[in-house]
């Protein structure tokens, strides 16, 4: 375990915990055994949790339900679609998303469609439930009611407004690190430009809020929704009840800055460690990145070196092993460099640079920082849905390894002689296979 430089688990508690959880404790006993969680994931969750404010809650389940509601219905999809022609023409969208929980980039999309289609929403619902045509069952006005007064008031339109503004800052960053491949010190850079836009827009969040609020407003105008904030009481345990004078001080208080100040928070307590941007620090010394930063490249590798101090064999020499290495790729033409650590190490000369050497090695053994979608790589997609149909465990087992260790020379003949010798059988078996 002492050669163990770096972890990975999913983000469940009993693992990723930082007190009790199995990285927690294996860190306690071995510091350099790095914890590293999928980026996209713990995006996700920075952004689920500092979502979790009552009245943000609401309006995503609003949202989910009624986009299902379409979802489900080819009827009531279909009047959507002629109200969308009627109501806004100029919109590209005629289909709503659904907010998954899980996948937050198709939930900031949601958004955007709901925000984008929203009085053809609220016109289709007004259809449904009036059913002057009697064309729709019992059931279906019943819904459409309950969904258009949760839809048709200005604390919903503020609240999927001001959402989509401020989450529309991480959708970007989202996409990037779910990528097939991305720079890791470029999303390092891209996570703190995050944090400082959302700091600024808290310090500007008047400003801000007021640009939101006015587009609320014409969103309300333009359905004769009444513009006023929630009831307030005495005791109000359920949401927000800061005192304001006016609407837009309400959502300003109860609302804005909140929800800003909780996403910053989540931000930085996910992706505040400063073990993992330590531990990328060791691209800069990847030749491709080291000309392209000749004056900087030195600290930032320095970092990496120091941290893993004890493993290195002659950290002394570290410092010249260094200057030799600049000279050494200062002399070849930046076309034909190396861009990677695989192809670095390919052509590092073990013997010069063995230092720089075993900080390639460490840095090619840590676990990645990001993942794509399992589900369409997935082997065991293929082998559970289209062959367990009265499968035991053994036999997903056996399958499963025989499609991981394809390439494995395997003789049939001492297979069936194997399987045969188990049991006594009448008829001999034979290789059907062999000529």
Known sequence: MDFCKGQCYDGAGNLSGPCNGAAAIVRRQYPKAIYTHCMAHRLNLSVVSACRMQNVRNMFDTVGEVTRS???????????????????????????????????????????????????????????????????????PKKAVSHFHAIANFDFVVTLTVCQAVLAFTKGLTVKIQGASSDILGVFRNIKDVVKTLSSMGQKVEENLAKWFQKACQIAEKLDITVQKPRTCQVQRNRANNPAETVEDHYRRNLTIPLVDHLINEFETRFGSGYQETAVQCLFAVPSMLLASKE????????????????????????????????????????????????????????????????????????????????????????????????????????????????????????????????????????????
């Open 70 to 140: 379409f979802e489900y219905s080819p009827k009531k999809k279909a009047r959507l679609v002629q109200k969308v022609k009627d109501v806004c023409p100029e919109s590209g969208r005629h289909k709503l998303l659904d907010v998954c929980k899980t996948r937050w980039i198709q939930r900031i999309d949601g958004l955007e469609v709901s925000q984008e289609l929203y009085e053809a929403i609220v016109a289709t619902l007004e259809t449904i439930k009036a059913n002057a045509d009697r064309s729709w069952n019992a059931d279906s």
């Open 296 to 435: 900087t490249w030195r600290t930032s590798f320095d970092r990496f070196s120091t941290f893993h101090e004890d493993s290195l064999p002659s950290p002394l020499s570290l410092d010249a092993e260094m200057t030799l290495w600049q000279r050494k790729w200062e002399r070849r033409d930046p076309s034909t460099v190396p861009a990677t650590v695989a192809a670095t190490l390919k052509e590092i000369d073990s013997g010069i640079y063995p230092n720089i050497t075993e900080c390639f090695k460490i840095f090619s053994t840590l676990p990645v920082p990001t993942c794509e979608c399992e589900r369409n790589v997935s082997a065991l997609r293929r082998l559970k849905t289209y062959l367990r149909t009265t499968m035991s465990q053994t036999r997903l087992t056996g399958i499963a390894l025989l499609h991981i260790h394809y390439n494995m020379d395997i003789d049939f003949d001492e297979i069936i002689r194997r399987f045969a010798s188990l049991h006594l059988r009448r008829m001999q078996l034979a290789n059907i296979l062999s000529d």
